[in-house]
């Protein structure tokens, strides 16, 4: 197949420096050609360096690419040319469009690695990829959303399992630690934040999706794991059934039983906000954390489902900051893994970029 009768895939993320000195340029780009102070630029480098220097975010989403092409391939045998552009970094949005303007490719599908749309974000990866593509008469269809995808809420879904299974034998441990004959003042409380990254407030009012396409994802989840409305708190022993893993033997459903006094709630929370004189959505995870202990809720776990891989945005905003508060208030925090390549995700992602191509094929 000759790459002009191919079908263009665009795949887009935010982007990352590649090296320390790069993240004045990285940071510029970021606030829309304002370059940052002195300390604002220092403030973000120390960042960087205390997850190691710089990002994983690249390899993370060429991982990603790799496994969403392989998938295509296996659908359609050399049907599709795939291109990688950044809003922030290199290759940008629209050199990759340019790639696949070169190879002369007259339709593409485009999707941003970020599962929630917002004008404000996906939506303007989205503008860009089209204004270069229109220019070169590249016909586009775009996943601008993939809030429900089946495959990612299984994913997130497993994760929390498995996190809350840690958390409840760490309470049992603790319990059995307590000296005979003390008993138990109330029962042990475990949040579960569902987060996305915050936005100015301004932007996600007059009908933008962002905060529903958010609320979208966590109510799902906390369907799947039987849990009630947001904030209600469920006792452990009425939901043995939803979160036992596949394959848990009967003696662990039946440990369940004996889990009195634990309670399950969950709440939305956003992240990551902007240092900047605007209010931006809230509640922010610290708030969260600090209000969450003041009510002695001692165990949180944060999924940030807004994310799909590794970055700054995880591996400081809660690993680091969010976890320095959680210890210095005795608060118990975990977080769940991220998707990164996970091969169910990708695959389900590939088949909807598949399905869409579809569209093409038959207009
Ligand atoms: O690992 C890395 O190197 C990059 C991680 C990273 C991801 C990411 C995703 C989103 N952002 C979104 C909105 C904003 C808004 C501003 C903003 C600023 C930053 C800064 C860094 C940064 N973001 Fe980001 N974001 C990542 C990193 N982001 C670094 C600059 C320092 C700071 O403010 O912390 C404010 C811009 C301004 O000042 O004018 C708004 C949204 C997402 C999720 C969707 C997506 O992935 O595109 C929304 C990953």
């Known amino acids: ?68 092409s392989s998938r295509l391939d296996s659908l359609s045998p050399g049907k599709y040319l795939v291109v990688y552009g950044t809003k922030h970094s290199s290759p940008k949005i629209e050199e990759a469009v340019q790639e696949l303007a070169d190879a002369k490719v007259s339709s593409l599908i485009g999707m941003v690695f970020a599962p929630h749309y917002s004008r404000f974000s996906i939506g303007e990866y989205l503008e860009r990829a089209q204004k270069v593509a229109a220019a070169s008469e590249i016909k586009c269809r775009f996943i601008k959303s993939f809030a429900l995808d089946g495959k990612l809420l299984d994913f997130l879904t497993d994760q929390i399992r498995s996190e ?29 934040l569902i987060t996305a990254h915050s936005l100015p407030r301004h932007l996600v009012t007059n009908g933008d999706p962002y905060i529903d396409e958010l609320n979208s994802t966590a109510a799902a989840i906390a369907k799947k794991l039987g849990l009630g409305s947001e904030s209600e708190f469920v006792e452990l022993s009425l939901l043995k059934d939803k979160l036992v893993e596949k394959g848990d033997s009967e003696p662990e459903r039946e440990r369940f039983d004996l889990l009195e006094d634990i309670e399950i709630s969950w709440q939305i929370a956003w992240q990551s906000a902007g240092k900047t004189d605007q209010e931006w959505l809230g509640p922010d995870i610290l708030t969260v954390i600090k209000d969450l202990s003041e009510r002695e809720i001692t165990d949180v776990i944060i999924c940030p489902a807004g994310f799909m891989a590794d970055h700054l945005e995880v591996l400081y905003d809660i690993d680091i900051d969010g976890q320095k508060l959680a210890k210095n208030l005795g608060v118990a925090l975990s977080r769940t893994e991220s998707v990164n390549d996970n091969l169910m995700v990708m695959n389900s992602l590939a088949e909807k970029i598949h399905e869409l191509a579809a569209d093409f094929d038959s207009n």
Do not use: C, W
């Open 1 to 68: 197949m000759t790459d002009s009768a191919k079908t263009g895939v665009l795949l887009m993320s935010y982007g990352t420096p590649k090296s320390q000195e790069d993240i004045e340029a990285f940071y510029t780009d970021v606030r829309r050609g304002r370059p940052p102070s002195r300390e604002q630029l220092d403030e973000l480098v120390q960042r960087y360096q205390l997850i190691g220097g710089t990002s994983p975010l690249t390899k993370k989403t060429y991982q990603q690419i790799e496994a969403i």
């Open 164 to 192: 809350l299974n840690k958390h409840i034998n760490q309470i049992v441990l603790l319990r059995k630690s307590r000296t005979f004959g003390d008993s138990l003042s109330s029962p042990d409380k475990i949040m579960i």
